[in-house]
Every structure is written in C-alpha cells, then in structure tokens.
T-cell receptor, first 110, second 113 residues
Framework: GQSLEQPSEVTAVEGAIVQINCTYQ??????LSWYQQHDGGAPTFLSY????GLEETGRFSSFLSRSDSYGYLLLQELQMKDSASYFC???????????FGKGTRLHILP | DAGVIQSPRHEVTEMGQEVTLRCKPISGHNSLFWYRQTMMRGLELLIY????????DSGMPEDRFSAKMPNASFSTLKIQPSEPRDSAVYFC???????????FGPGTRLTVL
C-alpha cells in the first residue's frame, strides 16, 4: 500500500518563510511532486523532485530525502496570494498510479 | 496552447438522473486522469488511462460510475443513476505518460439534489 502524510493546516506571516512537510510510504518510488490549489480553482503543478536535494524555483523550493521518505516545500517571502492548499504527490512504482496527500491549508496573516 | 478542457463547468441535477462529464486532454499527452474532490475525502483518483486504455479503475466508487476514452482527445465520466452523495468537484487531468507533472482542467462542480 501507499500513504502520504502532511499537516492539515499551517499559518504564517506575510513576508516570512514557511515549510510544509510530506512523508510518504510506497512500495516503490519515482518522485515527489507539489501542487498548489486556490479556493475554487484547480490544482496547478509547482515542482518535482526525483533525486535527493533541493530544487529552487523563484520563491518556492522543494526538498527530497529518499532515504528518509520525506520531502518539503519551502515558500519564502510569503505573499497573501500564497494562501492556498498545497498537495504533495508520489508515483507508486508497484501500482503505477499517482497518489495525492490530503493537502495542507496555508493561512497567511498580514 | 489550450489547457485541459472540461464541460460542463457546473451541473445541477436531480437524484436518479444520468450525468455525463466531458474532458479534452492536452494534445500530445498520453495519460488522462479523473479525480473527485470533496471537503471530507480530499482529492481522490477515480480512474486513469494510458494511451486510451484504462489502467486502474480501483478508485471508481461503484458500478454507477463508468469512464471511457474512445480516442486520444476525448474522455467521458458517466454517473447513472446519480445520488446526492456524488456531489463534488470532478477534475480531469492529463500528462505525458504517467509523468508526475499533471495538468488539471478547471473542474466540473456537480450538485445532485
């Protein structure tokens, strides 16, 4: 079987840095992705990590440690528009399907 | 390039009626996914196709749900008969073959009264 765990909610202040963690359990592993979803919108792709280490894309970075079955999304210089839900997703090698976490709701305070 | 196209965007129907949701994936994408999202259950994968062939339909709730992909540019998700508990947002997504970067359509908000 497979499972992903991420916090249900995180609160941070505008301009600050926030980290959203994701731990996973799969029978095989191809990579970890992150998606952002604003209220009333569709999930949009943010990043993908196949190898250990940090991937940076502007204010957003994503980290993966395959040995720890763990990854995180790092958001810097938070803006109010970053208020959204963030989902991690993994592809299970055995079942060949992509599994999404339950999502983390990010609240940003002015 | 157009993204994933879904229709209708909103659907309100009465219990017992048949509902058909439509999806046009991004041209060149080999994989197509149908998801359902509710507050209680989050984002659930219902079924996915690779090269128009259903690969895994284990997420389909029950026999009332069926999905087809007659060609590379069109897929349908049908619910017959619909029930109030089917009310949700249904997303279609496509990607290059089983890639982790999926492109989601705008979704269909279904309300079954």
């Amino acid at each position: 079987g497979q499972s992903l765990e991420q916090p249900s909610e995180v609160t941070a202040v505008e301009g600050a840095i926030v980290q959203i963690n994701c731990t996973y359990q799969t029978s095989g592993f191809y990579g970890l992705s992150w998606y952002q979803q604003h209220d009333g919108g569709a999930p949009t792709f943010l990043s993908y990590n196949a190898l250990d280490g940090l991937e940076e894309t502007g204010r957003f970075s994503s980290f993966l440690s395959r040995s720890d079955s763990y990854g995180y999304l790092l958001l810097q210089e938070l803006q109010m528009k970053d208020s959204a839900s963030y989902f991690c997703a993994v592809r299970d090698q055995e079942e060949h399907k992509i599994i999404f976490g339950k999502g983390t709701r990010l609240h940003i305070l002015p | 390039d157009a993204g994933v196209i879904q229709s209708p965007r909103h659907e309100v129907t009465e219990m017992g009626q048949e509902v058909t949701l439509r999806c046009k994936p991004i041209s060149g994408h080999n994989s197509l996914f149908w998801y359902r999202q509710t507050m209680m259950r989050g984002l659930e994968l219902l079924i996915y196709f690779n090269n128009n062939v259903p690969i895994d339909d284990s997420g389909m709730p029950e026999d009332r749900f069926s999905a087809k992909m007659p060609n590379a540019s069109f897929s349908t998700l049908k619910i017959q008969p619909s029930e109030p508990r089917d009310s949700a947002v249904y997303f279609c997504a496509s990607s290059r073959t089983l890639a982790l970067e999926q492109f989601f359509g705008p979704g269909t908000r279904l309300t079954v009264l």
